[in-house]
């Protein structure tokens, strides 16, 4: 993830000390953590400002309004009790070449300033800090005290004290040339790393940037580079610091992540606070879609794990039980012939009431013929009592075993980031095993309000093929979404999501619209690498969900059945796209 660096920074000063100072600021809001949002209101426009000192995505632009939903953060209360009301009358990086900006709020323009809030962007250590006209810290989003850090402490009733400033030179439009090259050619080396060992407030990703532009490679020597090299490094050198100092910026995404510089752009985006908005949205959700996705995977993984094991323990009971009608047949074979018993013997063999077979039937020598049928009838009642208690604990964790198996297929369906969607649809899956007590409250971030959506694909015939992806939509698709002319389909004894082909009053499907359902509820389950998969389809008034059964978890009546063909998939999307 690319991070907030000096220059990006001052572009974000620049545009919105141009668009929205001065501003009141009417709500408060923090999301999580690391970010609060602020609703400031114009003469002419009212948005949301995000400030955030996320340690890989700390940021400050206009972004996106905040979730509904309630916040229990004790910073923002402070914040919301103190700035509520006010007006932002300024916005300013308190040194050109530090990543620290001052919003400064008063009464009403033109009034002496009240409070400062510091935002301070400094990777893991980025905090935001509210400070009165004295500035001394009134609240803070995350304290630091002497244990955690011997160079400066940031606490409630301190003066607040700048950070420490990076060592290093500082770029200067008016340095020569010839100084510049002589300091980073001092010492030969990588050229990348030359330039930002030399001066300070160069991010590498600017660095980066200036060396393709200038058709050189960052990890090349500085002892490799012609004067013409030197001539042309120089002249975007100056281009960058006279970008600096004019506010021409020119912002887009680059192949690594975004510019404000105008070089390697491979798709243009004019809206710089659209762009750092969506850029670290989507950055900081994928990055939490892994961690979540991966948690709840290993989860799955020992839990099944466990499930099996307990499993196969009862189906050997069951087996051991099946041998009951044994015992209680040697045991009748002995006592209609005790006579042929005598004491002492180890076996006897007798001919089988049925078969007529010969049994050897194996006995305690110390005991008699009675005693030892006696003991036979004792273990065919152990045997039966066993099966009578094991059977359905063993149901129990087959059923368990078929949920744990639906939801860690719709995981491996939703296995890379490619919307917001997905996270939330992720997230929903977390909720549900939490509410399962799969997981602990602990691992939840927040409450989900807004409901994600199915997989929306075309038959042949352009009838909507709705497809669940996860037990939380599941569900709603069945016992909510299908309507009385639906058609409900799922895989044969196989976990999967629930399908819904949409139809309207008196319209009727054709073959090959409903193999085509078969074929998407085929790809959606556990079975997708088969050649082709056993796939029921009925009325949704024929699904029903057990009392007590898991989400996602039904049972159904009057269904057909189709052969899905999963492979099939491929050829639907390239029609459709």
């Not at 409070?115 to 980025?126: A, N, P």
Request: glycine share 4%.
């Amino acid at each position: 993830m690319q991070p907030v660096d000096v220059t990006t920074l001052t572009a974000i000063c620049k545009e919105l000390q141009i668009n929205w100072i001065p501003a009141r600021v009417e709500q408060v809001y923090q999301r999580d953590r690391y970010t609060i949002f602020l609703a400031l209101r114009t003469l002419k426009k009212r948005a949301w400002l995000t400030i955030s000192w996320h340690p890989q995505g700390a940021r400050l632009c206009m972004g996106d309004s905040p979730p509904k939903i309630p916040d229990t953060f004790t910073f923002s209360d402070q914040l919301r009790h103190q700035l509520n009301g006010y007006a932002l009358i300024a916005l300013e990086m308190i040194s050109p070449w530090e990543r620290v900006v001052d919003l400064q709020f008063s009464k009403r323009p033109g009034d002496p300033i009240v409070w400062h809030l510091f935002l301070e962007i400094m990777g893991k250590y980025s905090n935001v800090i509210l400070t009165d006209a004295q500035q001394q810290i009134v609240t803070v989003a995350h304290q630091v005290n002497q244990n955690q850090s011997s160079v400066r402490t940031v606490q409630t009733g301190q003066i607040y004290e700048l950070p420490p400033a990076l060592t290093g030179t500082l770029p200067k439009l008016e340095e020569s040339q010839q100084r510049w090259q002589e300091r980073v050619s001092l010492v030969p080396g990588e050229l990348q790393k030359q330039l930002l060992n030399s001066y300070r407030g160069l991010s590498p990703a600017v660095a980066r940037l200036m060396i393709k532009e200038a058709n050189l490679e960052p990890q090349q020597s500085t002892e490799t580079l012609t004067e013409n090299n030197w001539d042309q490094l120089f002249a975007l050198w100056q281009t960058w610091l006279k970008i600096l100092d004019t506010g021409a910026f020119k912002s887009g995404y680059t192949e690594a992540g975004y510019t404000v510089l105008g070089w390697g752009i491979s798709k243009l985006e004019t809206d710089l606070q659209t762009l750092i908005n969506c850029y670290y949205n989507n950055q900081l959700n994928q990055a939490n879609f892994k961690q979540i996705h991966h948690q709840i995977l290993q989860k799955l993984s020992a839990l099944l794990k466990k499930l099996h094991l307990k499993a196969n323990t009862f189906k050997q009971r069951l087996n051991q039980s099946a041998e009951a009608d044994k015992y209680r047949k040697e045991a009748d074979l002995l006592m209609a012939h005790l006579y042929q018993l005598e004491t002492g013997m180890k076996s006897i063999i007798l001919n089988d009431f049925e078969t007529e077979k010969p049994i050897k039937i194996p006995l305690n020598p110390e005991k008699n013929g009675v005693q030892n049928a006696q003991f036979l009838y004792k273990q065919h009642q152990k045997l039966k009592r066993a099966k009578t208690a094991v059977e359905p604990l063993l149901e129990e964790v087959e059923a368990e075993i078929n949920y744990l198996e639906q939801v860690e297929d719709s995981l491996h369906q939703l296995d890379k980031y490619q919307s917001s969607e997905d996270l939330q649809t992720l997230e929903e899956i977390r909720e549900e095993l939490i509410q399962q007590n799969y997981l602990t409250s602990a691992q939840r971030n927040a409450t989900i309000t807004d409901e994600s959506q199915p997989y929306q694909h075309k038959t042949p015939s352009g009838f909507e093929v709705w497809i669940g992806r996860n037990n939380r939509q599941n569900d709603r698709l069945t016992f909510r979404t299908a309507g009385d002319y639906d058609l409900w389909f799922h895989t044969q004894e196989s976990a999967g999501s629930h399908v819904l082909l949409r139809l309207e009053p008196g319209a009727k499907p054709d073959e090959a619209d409903l193999h085509c359902a078969a074929d998407w509820a085929a790809y959606y389950s556990r079975a997708r690498q088969s050649e082709q998969v056993p796939v029921v389809y009925t009325e949704p008034k024929y699904v029903y969900k057990p009392k007590g059964a898991k989400p996602g978890m039904v049972i159904y009546k009057r269904e057909r059945v189709l052969w899905g063909k999963p492979h099939k998939i491929q050829s639907y999307l390239k029609n459709q796209g």
